[in-house]
């Protein structure tokens, strides 16, 4: 599975952004797909993860990000509301077979897309 990450840039305080997190090779049907998020001198953080039937997000972003998938496009996607300045990271996707906020788990990674929240 090949993932392509997009859809990052720059953005005010209490704004929003979607990324996408695009799939080609295979189906992400039958994985579980997550967002991680990592920002300068941090470790990589859990965002959120999706499968066919269950939804999962850390506390920090619960209520204002929104995890999505259209399988049709074999897509997953991130939509983030009410934009923090402490959300600003380079933001990843990966996919595995464990359902699991460890990114040791996920075998397979897309290149980041940076986010920036202005204050």
């Known amino acids: 599975v090949q993932l392509q990450a997009s859809g990052g840039g720059l953005v005010q305080t209490g704004g929003s952004l979607r990324v996408s997190c695009a799939a080609s090779g295979r189906s992400v049907r039958g994985y579980v797909v997550a967002w991680f998020r990592q920002a300068p001198g941090k470790e990589r953080e859990f965002v959120a993860r999706i499968t066919s039937t269950s939804i999962a997000y850390a506390d920090s972003v619960k209520g204002r990000f929104t995890i999505s998938r259209d399988n049709a496009k074999n897509t997953v996607y991130l939509q983030m509301n009410s934009l923090k300045p402490e959300d600003t990271a380079v933001y990843s996707c990966?996919?595995?077979?464990?359902?699991?906020?460890?990114?040791?788990?996920?075998?397979?990674w897309g290149q980041g897309t940076q986010v920036t929240v202005s204050s």
């Open positions: 990966a996919a595995g077979q464990m359902y699991t906020d460890d990114p040791k788990w996920y075998d397979y």
